[in-house]
């Protein structure tokens, strides 16, 4: 295992693949503990936005200009869990194709099984992986379509929120609670109609929302032809430039680092006590009412020594 990261470490892409697929299947604890010390300086964006608002494609005009910057860039794509979106894992691909070659750029889709509240619980530690092996930036793609899936992207460094022009997107943004997380928006499919009044009414409900320290730029973008995309990247340069010196970027970091902490202690919690329940016939004394649900939890999880 060991060797593996090293290897990944070293520049090895086949290497970085398979130490991913390690820690998403749960094992792999020893690359993360290795890997976890030197993943802390990669600037995380998090894009994301309704399915189909263009944020792949987005992100593949966004690499470009990463690597003309001379950038090493990472991408981990998080497909939505519905099967009538199943064919998002080769369509990411097939967008981002330009890049195949370079291995400047890695690109990685994860399913959305195993989620915890929308949010794979694999993607934190991808993203700690290909930012140890010396990407960055590193750009979450993640379907924002409720309260729940935003909260990855939450602990981003820098969140795009891509809005599409039209009467009643920004609302929808809204109710999904994308308003609040946002650092830059992008009003990307600027090619068709209501683009002015999409600026507008998401302008008003920045205003209403919040008292900020940094005012979320709004940009607009045809990311099938690539305008815009240079002002989308100055965007989050700007933003990335407010956090170091303001010194925010600190607390961005203690506040997922504890998110993370939080995510993980449950994920090994349930993960331990189904192990347990599997074993042991505490079911059984709940169903036939020799033991209490609450009872047989506390014992489950060990909270009585
Ligand atoms: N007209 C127009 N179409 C666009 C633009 N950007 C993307 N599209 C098209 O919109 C469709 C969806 O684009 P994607 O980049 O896959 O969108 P996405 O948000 O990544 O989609 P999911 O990952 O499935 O949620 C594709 O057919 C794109 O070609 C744009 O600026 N204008
Ligand atoms: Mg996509």
Redesign the pocket.
Known sequence: MSELWDQARAGDIRSLAKAITAVEAASGLGILAAAYPDAGSAHIIGVT????????????RLITVARAADKRVAVI?V??SSPF?GG?IL??RV?MQDHIDDPDVYIRSLANRGHLGGISAATPKAAALVAAAGFDPVII?T?GVGQAEVGITERADTTIV?V?PGWGDSVQASKAGLLEIGDVFVV?????PGVDETVRDLRQMLELGRALQWTPPIVT?????G?GVDEVWAAIEAHKLHLHDSGRIDERRAVRAAAELHDAVEVSVRRSVESRLAVESVLDEVVSRRLDPWTAASRLVDLDG
């Open positions: 936005g309704a399915p189909g608002a263009g944020k792949s494609t987005l992100v593949d794509a497909d939505p979106t998002a369509g990411d967008r793609e379907v891509v599409n990307n499919k600027a090619d068709r973008a045809v990311a099938t032809e305008s």
